[in-house]
């Protein structure tokens, strides 16, 4: 110790360590050091979170319009059928009444219009009950799904589901155990077999994302099950409204004439909906939560026959975004 002392030049009393003003300021320069870290910590935390929500956003406003454009662009394709023509066999089909009995399958079977909508109410659609209708258009189209069933290498028939074998000039709708019924042959044409497809979309709160204990509005879609009976399914959460508008042509032109919102007195019977050629539509997603310091209050977004503006709180609102697409439907009317 007394080498060591020697060595570095200081004696037993001028040795000694840091005074305490000299502990206190570097203290203060750690705090203040660590405070500002978390706050950039903080800050880049924030913004990747906002970031994340603002990609979800844009994979479900995306992933709604794809696949609302997919079932439109599909919306009347009954195989080879071309041309106008009744579709038979042991089911038939039934007109469209703008109902949707749950304890039968005449829903799927309403092929009078492949395409049909409600303007932004529920009422009288027993598929979408008030409880699980938040806001917006229901939308509800019906096709030949384009996978084959019955044959060598594919999926058997299962016996309560719904399907359609079609030719060039004949369509016959049965369900799964009269598959093999003469009368849903097709009188020696080569034909094809595939499920029927009815959907129906439409936003309601979600079953599965909450945020603050409040359900997010999402989209969801009825479809048909293996008893061919409306089911219900979510798959897009953060969608917040849904509004169409339908393109007529009235004077057989194969060109647009007017747009018209569903439940409009041009658009009510079959024959009108037949007229359809392409659908406009309009989806708002939202975030999940609301995010503070954001005012959200006063931002309109016009989505066809409405100008939606949500009831967001002061300095607390929802991030949206508005996605918008002109869908032509490719198929002809058959019934």
Not at 25 to 36: H, Q
Not at 96 to 116: A, H, K, Q, V, Y
Request: net charge neutral; with cysteine; proline share 4%.
């Amino acid at each position: 110790m007394q080498a060591f002392i020697k060595q570095h030049g200081c004696n037993r009393q001028h040795c000694r360590g840091f005074s305490m003003v000299e502990l206190m300021v570097a203290l203060l320069l750690t705090i203040m050091l660590l405070g500002g870290m978390s706050q950039i910590f903080l800050g880049l935390k924030k913004s990747f979170s906002l970031q994340d929500a603002l990609a979800r956003q844009q994979e479900n406003g995306r992933y709604v319009i794809e696949t609302l454009g997919r079932d439109l662009r599909r919306a009347g394709y009954i195989g080879a059928l071309a041309g106008h023509a009744i579709i038979g066999g042991t089911e038939g089909g039934v007109p469209e009444n703008g109902t949707c009995p749950d304890d039968d399958n005449s829903w799927g079977r309403m092929l009078g219009s492949r395409i049909f909508g409600l303007n932004d109410t529920h009422s009288g659609y027993d598929c979408v009950p008030a409880a699980n209708h938040l806001r917006g258009d229901i939308l509800i189209m019906r096709y030949q799904a384009p996978w084959v069933v019955g044959g060598p290498g594919t999926p058997g028939f299962k016996d309560e589901r719904l399907y359609l074998r079609s030719s060039l000039n004949r369509a016959t709708l049965f369900r799964g155990k009269h598959a093999s019924n003469p009368a849903n042959s097709l009188a020696g044409a080569r034909g094809r077999s595939s499920e029927l497809v009815a959907r129906a979309y439409y936003v309601g709160p979600s079953s599965s994302g909450h945020c603050d204990g409040v359900a997010v509005p999402a989209l969801f879609r009825e479809s048909l099950n293996n008893f061919g009976l409306p089911v219900a399914e979510e798959i897009a959460y953060g969608i917040d409204n849904l509004q169409l508008r339908y393109g007529v042509d009235l004077d057989g032109d194969a060109s647009v004439d007017r747009y018209l919102d569903a439940g409009d007195p041009d658009l009510d019977k079959a024959d009108d909906w037949g007229a359809v050629i392409n659908a406009q539509v309009w989806v708002l997603t939202r975030s999940e939560c609301p995010e503070t310091g954001y005012d959200s209050r006063g931002k309109i977004y016009a989505m066809g026959d409405v100008d939606y503006e949500p009831a967001d709180t002061a300095k607390r609102g929802y991030r949206r975004q508005l996605y918008q697409t002109t869908v032509t439907l490719r198929n002809p009317k058959h019934l």
